[in-house]
């Protein structure tokens, strides 16, 4: 070799050894849980967020200068869900759109969000190295029977929820009837975990072969599952037969334990034992609601991290303050006006339609008056900017869902930073 090449190879070969030491593993998060892991929040919402000078920066992060939703260049996510009873895959730049898709073209984006857009965004501004976001939801799964991890065992029945089976042979209020048992058993068992493992195939397969989702994707340099956050626990938290023993304040004590078996199961599952993990705690009705069931819920719902095994690697994020009270306050008023529509339609006793001569025509009528001395002008303008959705879907508002995924993201960070020794 000449040997006036031979200081231009050493620098080449200097450089790119620098270069493969520095360069740094794909960063994966994995988002998983039920319909507020889907997304309800429409991007018509978006503006609301610049109501509130507290959110403009997000606002910015969110929109381009073009005012169309920011299309991330450093974060890629796949997102498995499902609509209309079959399971799909949407993948791409991580921008507006991966929300819930019911009633959506399955084939691309479509116009709904959840916390996966500003979580992805928070972490693609906190890394150099490209992100990958693979999330898994699905709209009405239950943790108890859906989501029910390996180590939870069988669903088994509350003895006191047995007790009252057995004092309705005929059924009642949900309960079926002793000849329809044998199969109501059957069918748990099939139900039992079936989501749990759908998530998991789901991210092993991205894993498998990262490429094919970051087209950028160097092999050499490998990849990091550096979080896990979860939203989910309405369907758990309305199941009477599940969590039976109403106003305890231990009521729900088992989700505390089944979300215990899913982290551990989780971590197990990806080989990741001191995986970063987010509850997403209850937040429906923000903090005003302090109803029994409520209060018992978001306590459940937030134990885990409270045990002495995960402290410093599990975080409950509480998302009662990201609750839109003003949008509240207007949804209780669109309540009250529905259930003067349902009083019209059942001729209550006390209500305008009692005798029943009321047309519909007139029932409309009567009910478009109510609603003009409930709500103002100025109220139906201000839902139509920030809300979507129904209370249990935190309203579908973004300014709602987009605090959510930044909190569960700097939530994420915070595990993920060195601890220091005491």
């Known amino acids: 070799m000449n040997p006036a090449m031979k200081l231009p190879l050493i ?42 000078p507290a959110t403009v920066p997000l606002l910015k992060m969110m929109k381009g200068s073009d005012g169309k939703p920011t299309v991330s260049e450093g974060a890629r996510i796949t997102y498995l869900t499902g609509a209309n009873d079959k399971n ?23 116009r709904n969000i959840g916390p996966e857009f500003t979580f ?42 047995r007790e009252l089976w057995e004092r309705h042979p005929q059924g009642a209020h949900g309960i079926p009837k002793a000849e329809d048992r044998q199969k ?7 139900a039992t975990g079936v989501y749990y493992r759908l998530m998991m195939e789901h991210v092993k397969n991205v894993l498998a072969d990262p490429k094919k989702v970051v087209p950028g994707y160097d092999p050499a340099q490998g990849y990091e599952i550096a979080g896990f956050a979860w939203l989910q626990g309405f369907n758990d938290m309305v199941d009477g037969q599940v969590y039976p ?25 990806l080989s990741a034992p001191k995986l970063p993990f987010v509850i997403g705690v209850m937040g429906v009705g923000g903090l005003k609601d302090q109803s029994p069931s409520m209060v018992a819920f978001r306590r459940a719902m937030a134990a885990p991290a409270e045990m002495p095994e995960f402290k410093g690697n599990v ?23 529905s259930q003067m529509g349902h009083f019209l339609r059942s001729k209550h006793k006390d209500h305008a339609n009692k005798d029943g001569t009321m047309t519909e025509a007139e029932q409309r009528e009567y009910l478009k008056k109510c609603e003009a001395e409930l709500i103002s002008p100025a109220e139906v303008a201000l839902w139509k900017r920030g809300a979507s959705n129904a209370g249990y879907h935190y309203l579908g508002c973004a300014k709602t869902f987009a605090l959510m995924g930044k909190a569960f993201a700097e939530a994420t960070l915070d595990m993920g930073k060195p601890q220091k020794r005491p």
Not at 184 to 190: F, L
Not at 315 to 329: D, K, N, R, Y
Request: proline share 6%; no cysteine; hydrophobic share 40%.
């Open 184 to 190: 109501w058993n059957a069918e748990k068992i099939a």
């Open 120 to 161: 992805g965004l928070t972490m693609d501004a906190a890394f150099d190295e490209p992100v990958l976001i693979i999330k898994a939801a699905w709209g009405g799964k239950s943790l108890h029977t859906d989501f029910r991890s390996p180590s939870a065992g069988p669903y088994v029945m509350p003895a006191r929820t």
């Open 88 to 110: 799909f895959v949407l993948s791409g730049k991580l921008t507006a759109g991966y929300g819930s898709m019911w009633g959506q073209d399955p084939t691309k984006p479509g």
């Open 315 to 337: 975080t409950a994020v509480q998302t009662a303050p990201f609750w839109s009270e003003e949008l509240g306050a207007i949804d209780e008023k669109r309540g009250k006006v």
């Open 11 to 52: 620098l080449i070969t200097a450089f790119l050894a620098t270069a493969i030491a520095e360069a740094k593993p794909l960063k994966v998060f994995i988002l998983a849980g039920q319909s507020n892991m889907e997304g309800p929040a429409n991007v018509a919402t978006f503006d609301y967020l610049g109501d509130d």
């Open 245 to 269: 023993n109403h106003n305890q304040p231990d009521r729900y004590s088992l989700y505390s334990e089944l979300l215990g078996h899913f982290i551990r199961d989780v971590r197990k599952d």
